[in-house]
């Protein structure tokens, strides 16, 4: 069986900061869109790994949504 597509799992806001001389890299929030989830990075590998969590998260959800099965209609005619 196919995985249904799923446009919201892997899409983000990324909101930079203004960088300052002292500070070594990209600062900023980054923000899942489908879950509404935010995270502040403060340079290139904490934005990393805010992205590593929210892309297990999503998948870790989306084996949780395949679980849950909605139960098949059962026409009338079959019910009597």
């Known amino acids: 069986m196919t995985e249904p597509f799923r446009p919201l799992d892997h899409v983000y806001v990324l909101k930079l900061n203004q960088a300052h001389p002292g500070r070594p890299g990209p600062s900023g ?37 395949a679980l849950v099965r909605p139960i098949p209609e059962v026409p009338d005619e079959q019910l009597r």
């Not at 989830?37 to 989306?62: P, V």
């Open 29 to 65: 929030r980054l923000e899942h869109v489908g879950s509404g989830r935010r995270h502040d990075f403060h340079d290139g590998a904490s934005l990393l790994e805010c992205i590593a969590r929210e892309e297990a998260r999503a998948a870790q959800d989306a084996e949780a949504a």
